[in-house]
């Protein structure tokens, strides 16, 4: 497994942002992908993940309601639409790729696999 994210940016508060992860490893679909956050100074924070098969999601209470985890595994590629964006929301967004199902995950999770990351910037 060998993740990538993008589709980060700069967006005005209030604006939506879709990021995408994809594989260019094997055996994506055998593992549970998910996304995590890191501001300036602040801890990583567990947003939001998704099942092997897409059945399944969990989402971080910060950012319920305003994000939709989906996957396509012919397109080995996991994305994260986010609305209604607040400066707060602000960080670097990584994904990652682990064995244990969604409802496992959260911000203390070790996934076994990681992408670099990519920039989200709201402003006010």
């Known amino acids: 497994v060998q993740l990538q994210a993008s589709g980060g940016g700069l967006v005005q508060a209030g604006g939506s942002l879709r990021l995408s992860c994809t594989n260019s490893g094997r055996f994506f679909s055998s593992y549970a992908v998910g996304w995590f956050r890191q501001a300036p100074g602040k801890d990583r924070e567990f947003v939001a993940a998704?099942?092997?098969?897409?059945?399944?999601?969990h989402y971080a209470e910060s950012m319920n309601g305003r994000i939709t985890i989906s996957r396509d595994n012919a397109k080995n590629a996991v994305y994260l639409q986010m609305n209604s964006l607040k400066p707060e929301d602000t960080a670097a967004y990584y994904c990652a790729a682990d064995s244990r199902p969604p409802a496992a995950w959260g911000s203390r999770l070790k996934a076994g696999y990681w992408g670099q990351g990519t920039e989200v910037t709201v402003s006010s």
């Open positions: 998704i099942s092997r098969g897409g059945s399944t999601t």
